[in-house]
């Protein structure tokens, strides 16, 4: 019988001679399932190609950046036509105020955009300005979630609630790490405690509107309205990272869906359509801080790139048209619901317990290792959960061309490509892959 994978096999030996691990980013190399990361060919609306010839129905579609799916023509003619003018000036285009001009009527709390070129830089840079802003030195982030990989938020829990953090990798100085105080997800009163013990020192808290870096955890109810009244009463800046779940959760975010007034969001992902862009943004009296317009520096070559502009631009305006009365991201919604209500039904029909959740077009599961728990935290997850029986359902997935994140940690994509069919498709193929476990 021939190896379904044996391309990717090849691609990844030689791929780990020239790059650390066989690729530019940890996740990709399959360590949460095991086996040999799939190497990708080519995509086209909802699915891609791998290497070997095989054909999946892709759910991570580039990690959420996708919303239209592979390939979709309005995004390459847009890439295309900017790309005959030139590709990057490093001077101001007026693509850049026309994509900022589209966050702030969809963003309800955005007021000005800052381009960078990943979340990433978004987050490390709003954190540089809440620092910036208050003139205070401490930030709080939560156990579980993650905001791209700057210093100052690679950082692991210290003993107890909430205590001054660890470094969580190497290279991450003591000294960064100490300034970065961690809490688990949805404990408020543990974040109540906190700040009223220290909540002067406190610049900014940074969170996941939906923690979709530990799988799909919700937040818990009053938790994020919690977290502005907080922010508010101490004088710390409500930091919301819709990285993820921007332009996915709802049109206008999590922020708009659930009504939440961050001081900043930092966005990414989508807003690039699948070039690389992120976005720092917020209240004008706090982004006039950020240099030239104020002290705070942050700067990039490519920031703002013209190509990723039009890519953006493309998607947003083809994902949100409503000149058909709904636009392709409501019906997206409406599939995304669709696969989530199909999967519960699975859960039960099976007896395998899982946890899912779903917003807008986004979802996730975790396999549970008991029925009747539930993780609201990551302390929760690691313990509830059952990594072991995802990876299995994974690769099971894939053997019947279904694509999901290789992480049980990870949350899950649908595109505006997907169908009815596909959804069909994909609870047949979990019905079959959940009863060989
Ligand atoms: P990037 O630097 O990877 O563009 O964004 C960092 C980031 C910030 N904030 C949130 C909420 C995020 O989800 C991310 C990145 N997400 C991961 C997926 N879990 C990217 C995948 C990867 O690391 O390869």
Redesign the pocket.
């Known amino acids: 019988m021939t190896d379904r994978y044996a391309r990717s096999k090849q691609l990844f030996a030689e791929a780990q001679m020239v790059i650390p691990g066989g690729v530019n980013?940890p996740?990709?190399a399959f360590r949460g399932v095991g086996g040999t990361p799939i190497f990708v060919a080519s995509g086209n609306g909802a699915r891609f190609t791998d290497v070997d010839g095989n054909s999946y129905l892709d759910y991570v579609l580039s990690?959420g950046p996708l919303l239209l799916g592979h390939a979709h023509p309005a995004v390459l003619e847009a890439i295309a036509a900017q790309a005959a003018l030139g590709t990057s000036f490093g001077a101001p285009t007026e693509l850049e105020t026309t994509l900022a001009e589209q966050v702030i009527n969809l963003m309800p709390t955005v007021e000005q955009v800052r381009f960078v070129n990943?979340?990433?830089e978004a987050?490390m840079s709003a954190l540089r300005l809440a620092r910036a802003y208050t003139g205070r030195e401490k930030i709080l982030k939560f156990i579980g979630c993650?905001?791209?990989h700057a210093d100052m938020l690679l950082v692991q829990a210290g003993s107890g609630v909430a205590t001054l953090g660890l470094p969580d990798s190497p290279g991450v100085t003591a000294g960064t790490a100490a300034s970065t105080l961690t809490i688990e997800y949805n404990d408020l009163e543990a974040t109540r405690a906190l700040f009223a013990a220290e909540g002067e020192q406190i610049a900014a808290v940074i969170v996941?509107p939906i923690a979709?870096?530990m799988g799909f955890v919700m937040p818990e109810p009053g938790f994020l309205d919690g977290l502005r009244e907080i922010t508010s009463q101490y004088g710390a800046l409500l930091i919301i990272?819709e990285?993820?779940t921007g332009f996915r959760a709802a049109p206008n975010g999590a922020q708009g869906l659930w009504g939440i007034e961050p001081d900043l969001t930092?966005l990414?992902k989508v807003i690039g359509g699948g070039l690389p862009v992120?976005a720092y943004a917020g209240r004008r009296e706090i982004m006039q801080m950020v240099a030239p317009a104020g002290p705070m520096y942050q700067a990039g070559t490519l920031s703002g790139n013209p190509l990723a502009m039009a890519a953006g631009l493309a998607m947003l305006s083809v994902a949100f048209d409503r000149s058909a009365g709904v636009s392709p991201f409501d019906l997206a919604a409406v599939l995304a619901t669709e696969l989530a209500d199909g999967v519960r039904a699975l859960s039960e029909e099976t007896g395998i317990p899982l946890q899912v959740g779903q917003v807008g077009t986004m979802f996730g599961f975790y396999f549970l290792k008991e029925a009747g728990t539930r993780a609201t935290s990551y302390a929760e997850a690691k313990v509830m959960v059952d990594p072991a029986r995802y990876a299995k359902f994974f690769w099971s997935m894939c053997e019947r061309g279904v694509y999901l994140a290789p992480s049980q940690f990870?949350a899950a994509f649908l595109s505006t490509a997907h169908t009815s069919e596909d959804i069909a498709t994909t609870l047949q193929a979990a019905r079959e892959a959940l009863k060989e476990l």
Do not use: F, L
């Open positions: 980013s996740v990709r990690w990943s979340g990433t987050t993650y905001h791209g996941e979709s870096n990272d990285v993820m930092c990414g992120g990870e």
